[in-house]
């Protein structure tokens, strides 16, 4: 092991299967994890088994056998996909990987063939970006790319013996592992052991989230809506993803008292053009003053500070309202981003319901930063390749039930149907939607087409391959699978002009039908290479954390041939030359991501001006015509006295380059002040451009500490 490593303390714990310390079992404070210099790893013997768990419902395993070497097969489904991961490690005598190596597919496809080894003082290793060699004097740790979660046992045991608990890694960066709680479980039998909790962090953006048990060993491996628990502890299963749910919330309620400020005066941005989507133009320079959470008034430049103010310069910057994002999976690792990214509605497209309602009670209440949310009742069909979220449902009463369901929680505008519904439950389903006063969204149930789904009355369609899809497949092809995704090779021979394609574009635009085409997601399934920067990311990359760094030089699906290569290119196009005939015939635009909004959502916008759209013409979707398409157009969407204030500032002119949008300086939400240059830093980014200067008034106006009051809520929908 390196220095850091051989520079531990004092022993508190010693496991029983590993000479490795763990954490002991303080009263109320954090667990502390040391070792003594002596301390050595035992080869390990036997095997682990872990179930994979999503929502409440069992999708896969993890099998583990020590011997000679460490082999691990990791797989699970859900809606149709999944990752398949098998690994080999062999390890040092000091609980060092001498030798990595992980095989399988990822959840879209692509293939892995990850190799790590240890050949003298020189590590070498071959993942998606390349082959890479690094000296080992500096670290010796290796951080795998495409592994299981049991890499994370891999790490943690040579992190508790390390100084700081940290260490320095290979390819870059450092991990971090901090003990967060000691607790309870119990098996199916009644038998009960403690468990210790940590955070893993240091390469990306958020915290992964785990358990040891008093031996050392990998108990579990949980985030909000998946957990990874060892067999026989299944029952514990929900607990886990709740106290997960929960570290993370304490984290970022930490982050939020760093990054937020609150005023007790009303807040003037001084010297500032506002984004008008009605003419599609900047104004003239003016001064606009936010009382609380609405916008009071847009006035002249003011050239003296009012001492009842606070006053912010805004340097002849650009004001623009609050974006939404159409297409969000909502959860609490992306609300903060979102917020700097200038994302300040979401449309959730399917979720958890649990979760969801712990999210928006969060946000709503001012415990956590995020995105005012609209619901979509998300009804799914019980099949092998079900999706597990929302309500599945396996006859058409049950179906009707589920939309009913919805209808009576008054706070979803719509349902959202998925891939295994049954197509003949449809129209019945669309019919009680409409009666209870609920629009109908939703993918094209597998073996059905689209122009079955406008028949049966959809109002929206998601996802520009679920329309085009039906143009290129066979009746008896299951769209259910990856080939939904694998299928897109075909879209080069469309032919935009065809009868089929014209009939399903008309029918649409005279039906006042909506698309969501997630652009974005289609560019990074489709042109994402290994050892390319996703086109999507290259503007940004270079800010991120090392972890997302090398993950943005990754295919998302197998790229088995060059003519692979060449038909996933060339489809993208299609999809672009659809859209923009769909633009051109009315159809009504929807911006949305399924990647999570933020940096995401800045790229799914730039994507909407290759199908003929200006900048502003961009902006005005994202934010009023989205608002308006919500039913929120009154209080959202653009600057005017009497709207709420929200709304974000950037220096340049996103009319001129619609990439300024991502050089945001300031956002205002709900009343409160963010400047994307402090949170940015709290998630290891490095910020694109600094904040704008607080002229005047903060001195007595600012209240700094917010843990001490409430951060204001959102207003409930």
């Known amino acids: 092991m390196n220095s850091q490593a ?20 303080p009263e109320q404070s954090t667990p502390v994890a040391v070792v003594t210099d002596e301390a050595a790893f035992a080869r390990l013997a036997g095997t682990e088994a872990f179930t994979a768990i999503i929502s409440g419902t069992r999708v896969g395993q993890m ?47 692509n293939i892995i063939d990850e190799q790590f080894e240890v050949q003298g003082g020189t590590a070498n290793w071959t993942d998606t970006t390349g082959t890479s060699a690094s000296d080992m004097a500096e670290a010796n740790l290796y951080v795998a790319q495409e592994s299981s979660p049991y890499a994370l046992w891999v790490y943690a045991r040579l992190l508790l013996a390390a100084e700081d608990n940290t260490l320095a890694v290979l390819p870059a960066g450092e991990l971090k592992l901090e003990a967060i709680d000691t607790l309870d479980v119990t098996d199916s039998g009644g038998a009960s052991m403690a ?9 990306d953006l958020n915290p992964s989230y785990f358990a040891l048990d008093e031996a050392g060993m990998l108990f579990a491996s949980m985030n909000e809506r998946f957990a990874l628990v060892r067999t026989g502890f299944e029952q514990e299963e929900q607990r886990l993803r709740d106290l997960a749910a929960e570290y993370a919330t304490r984290r970022f309620e930490s982050i939020q008292e760093n990054v937020t400020l609150v005023f007790d005066k009303p807040v003037r941005i001084n010297n500032v053009r506002v984004f008008d989507p009605d003419s599609l133009s900047l104004t003239d320079p003016v001064s606009v003053l936010v009382e609380d959470n609405q916008i009071v008034s847009m006035d002249d430049v003011v050239e003296t500070a009012d001492a009842d103010e606070i006053l912010i310069d805004g340097a002849g910057g650009t004001l623009v309202a609050g974006m939404f994002e159409m297409h969000a999976h909502a959860g609490q690792g992306s609300a903060l981003l979102n917020i700097a990214a200038g994302v300040t509605s979401f449309r959730d497209m399917g979720n958890n319901n649990a979760v969801l309602d712990d999210l928006i009670n969060k946000i709503e209440s001012g415990r956590l930063v995020g995105p005012r949310i609209h619901r979509s009742g998300f009804i799914e069909g019980r ?31 719509q349902i959202k149907i998925y891939n ?46 679920q329309v085009m899809l039906g143009w290129v497949l066979a009746p008896d092809e299951d769209t259910r699978t990856l080939l939904r995704l694998t299928a ?17 574009i008309s029918s649409m635009a005279e039906r006042g039908m909506g698309v969501d085409p997630t652009l974005a997601i289609h560019e990074n399934l489709m042109l994402s290479r290994n050892g390319e920067v996703a086109p999507g990311m290259v503007d940004y990359i270079d800010h991120m954390p090392v972890g997302i760094q090398r993950n943005a030089r990754t295919a998302r699906s197998e790229i088995a041939s060059p003519e692979d290569d060449i038909a996933y290119r060339a489809g993208f ?23 999570g909004g933020s940096f995401s959502y800045h790229r799914e916008l730039e994507l909407y001006q290759e199908v003929g759209m200006t900048a502003a013409e961009v902006l005005k979707m994202a934010t009023l015509d989205m608002a308006t398409y919500l039913g929120e157009g009154d209080r959202l969407g653009s600057i005017a006295p009497g709207k709420l204030a929200d709304f974000f500032l950037i220096p340049g002119d996103p009319t001129a380059d619609l990439k300024a949008i991502k050089t945001i300086s300031m956002v205002i939400k709900d009343g409160n002040v963010y400047f994307p240059s402090d949170i940015y830093p709290e998630f290891g980014i490095r910020p694109f451009t600094p904040a704008p200067t607080i002229v005047s008034g903060a001195e007595g106006g600012l209240v700094q500490s917010v843990s001490a009051i409430n951060l204001r809520g959102t207003h409930p929908m």
């Open 6 to 25: 051989r520079h531990s303390t004092a022993l508190v714990l010693i496991f029983a299967v590993l000479s490795l310390a763990a954490c002991g079992q």
């Open 63 to 109: 099998e583990v056998q020590h011997g000679d070497v460490t082999e691990v097969g990791y797989e699970y489904r859900n809606n149709g996909r999944g990752p398949s991961v098998e690994e080999v490690i062999e390890f040092t005598d000091e609980g060092v990987p001498r030798s990595w190596r992980i095989t399988g597919a990822t959840t879209f496809g």
């Open 195 to 203: 468990v210790t909790t940590y955070a893993l962090s240091g390469i």
């Open 383 to 413: 099949s092998p390749f079900n999706s597990n979220s929302g309500i599945l449902v396996a006859t058409q009463e049950e179906a009707l039930d589920a939309v009913r369901w919805y209808a009576d929680q008054g706070d979803f505008h």
């Open 420 to 465: 295994s519904m049954n197509p003949e439950w449809v129209p019945a389903m669309v019919t009680e939607a409409h009666a209870r006063g609920m629009r109908v969204a939703g993918h094209v149930p597998a073996f059905s087409n689209a122009d079955a789904m406008i028949a049966a009355g959809y109002d929206e369609l998601t996802h520009i391959n």
């Open 488 to 504: 897109m090779k075909r879209f080069p021979a469309i032919d935009i002009n065809s009868d089929a394609v014209q009939q399903t």
């Open 573 to 595: 196009a299609k999809i672009l030359e659809t859209v923009r005939e769909m633009r051109d015939q009315g159809v009504i635009i929807i911006p949305g991501t399924d990647l």
